[in-house]
């Protein structure tokens, strides 16, 4: 088995140069156990990747060859009485809502898109609206079936196999190749949520409002205005959402994407191109409309689907990257509840100061977890999303080096999903030495041939192995 003739560029969206690699597609063990054969004998490292969902370089490998899982696409079994899920790597969260969803249950930890594999999830170790309360996806993952770099198939469950198994969620693929994963869903008894929005004049009153919702909410998010200066710096909007717990039953069928849907996406992305030279003062204005419709519509409480409450809709992410043809570029920190108003706010005035304007940002709350790399913290998360542009990105690259170096210094931590500028040693300062040490101690003891690696393990860890 050779891997000529599969040679293709891999493109990420949010990452400004081109990846070419080797890509081979695995529908089942057998064919992982030759990629990673041939790749070894070839003298080719090896990533695993799903959906391509991740901003950055995490799933990339320059040179090397990129194992698709996709293809893996079975539901294993499912206990519709106590809510387990058995799924290979390359089933979709929504194919696993699909299934779940008429019998009553829904996965704990979501992000905002439902195309993203479960293998993505677990490797990346994703983290939804309710972070502070159910924590990240890997919190309720009961067992991971892995394969190894020696072609060795192993199961990994929290209880025998803690240190391995926690190393192995939010790993990103680097100590082996997740096949399979069991889910624990929590029951819902009705498919809506009911949402409670209120405006808050400065980021002050953000954390002020996710303080008062926390107890009695199930769901928590803040928008908030990156334009807004001064006093009102951080001004915005929390969304606060319970689940609906009334006999209304759940729809029998969820969202697909069909014509309508792609129909709705293209018309969406057409639409948006005209606006491109337009992007920063539209988005300004956008967001002071958004703000201004919050005050008004605060004290309306409503109530919706809990699908479209949870994903975005394709036609949103078309128009986004109509919007952005050259890309984005991503900063999301994750700081210690009792500094993280100071440290946000100073973000977000160096942002300003530097002309760098983000065009969207997004502050949620969270809690630590026991994953070995983790980078939730007990406290918050701040997403700040800025438009990349040829003449911009070098200045932009620069600015968000600077925030990164300023959120460290304060304890803080940064998701690797969405982040392609962080230093092998900035990281280390922010997980620590020990489990920095520790992962890498695991990979030398699994992966002693470095058979597994990508374009962020070269950046982040790779140094730390000279």
Request: glycine letters at 8%; charged letters at 15%; a neutral charge.
């Amino acid at each position: 088995m050779t891997f000529s003739g599969r040679q293709t560029e891999l493109t990420n969206w949010s990452k400004s140069a081109n990846s070419e690699c080797l890509l081979y597609k695995a529908s089942d063990l057998t064919e992982i156990s030759q990629a990673l054969g041939a790749a070894r004998t070839q003298r080719l490292s090896v990533i695993p990747h799903g959906a391509g969902h991740s901003y950055t370089d995490a799933a990339l490998n320059t040179s090397g060859v990129v194992l698709d899982v996709t293809p893996m696409q079975r539901i294993l079994s499912w206990d519709a009485t106590r809510g387990i899920m058995q799924v290979e790597a390359g089933v979709t969260l929504q194919e696993m809502v699909q299934v779940a969803w008429k019998d009553g249950w829904w996965p704990y930890a979501t992000p905002s898109t439902a195309e993203v594999t479960i293998g993505g999830c677990a490797a990346m170790n994703v983290n939804g609206k309710n972070a502070w309360k159910s924590g990240p996806f890997g919190a309720h993952i009961l067992a991971l079936e892995v394969m190894l770099a020696s072609g060795e198939v192993c199961t990994l469950t929290p209880e025998r196999d803690a240190q391995l198994f926690h190393a192995f969620v939010g790993s990103m693929g680097l100590l082996g190749i997740i096949t399979s994963i069991t889910v624990q869903l929590q029951r819902i008894t009705s498919g809506y949520v009911s949402i409670r929005r209120r405006s808050a004049a400065s980021l002050a009153e953000i954390f002020s409002l996710f303080a008062e919702e926390e107890q009695s909410s199930d769901f928590m998010e803040a928008w908030i205005d990156g334009f807004a200066t001064g006093e009102q710096l951080g001004r915005g909007m929390a969304t606060c959402a319970t689940m609906d717990n009334s006999s209304k039953a759940a729809p029998a069928a969820l969202p697909t994407v069909g014509t309508f849907e792609r129909l709705a996406a293209s018309l969406v992305s057409l639409a948006a191109r005209p606006g491109r030279p337009a992007l920063l003062p539209g988005a300004q204005m956008a967001n002071r409309a958004i703000y201004r419709w919050g005050r008004w519509n605060h004290s309306r409480p409503g109530q919706v689907a809990l699908f479209p409450f949870t994903f975005w809709p394709a036609a949103a992410f078309a128009g986004y990257q109509a919007m952005l043809p050259e890309g984005a570029d991503t900063f999301q920190a994750f700081v210690p509840g009792q500094d993280a108003k100071e440290i946000f706010e100073s973000v977000l005035r160096y942002s300003q100061q530097q002309g760098c304007m983000p065009i969207w940002c997004i502050v949620k709350q969270h809690q630590r977890d026991l994953s070995l790399l983790s980078y939730q913290v007990d406290g918050f998360s701040l997403e700040l999303n800025y438009p990349r542009t040829h003449q911009t990105a070098q200045k932009l690259k620069q600015v968000l080096q600077h925030m990164i170096a300023m959120v460290i210094e304060g304890g803080g931590r940064f998701y690797l999903a969405k982040d392609h500028f962080l230093t092998q040693a900035q990281y280390r300062q922010s997980v620590g030495d020990e489990a920095m040490d520790t992962f890498l101690h695991l990979k030398q003891c699994y992966d002693p041939e470095m058979l597994l690696q990508s374009d962020l393990f070269r950046r982040i860890f790779q140094p730390s192995l000279r």
